[in-house]
């Protein structure tokens, strides 16, 4: 999946919880974050900063990868 913007991490995070059969309070619990949090990120509503981000990853089991994006020559 390429993420382009905080909606898609979000969405993906929605995704991967799902196929765990994790509930929203659940990851937020392990993650250390509110349930309201949770529903505002994957939705993508949330201004969040990336440490929470990475705790809600690290739960999921799932990492970000940055890589340079080359466009015809730049």
Known sequence: MRIRTVRDVGAAARVRREKLGMSQQSL???????????????????????????????????TMKLHEDLRDGE
């Not at 250390?32 to 981000?53: D, I, Y």
């Open 28 to 62: 937020a619990d392990q993650a250390g974050v509110t349930r309201e949090w949770v529903v505002r990120f994957e939705s993508g509503k949330v201004s969040v900063t990336l440490n929470r981000v990475f705790d809600v990853l690290s739960v999921l089991g799932l």
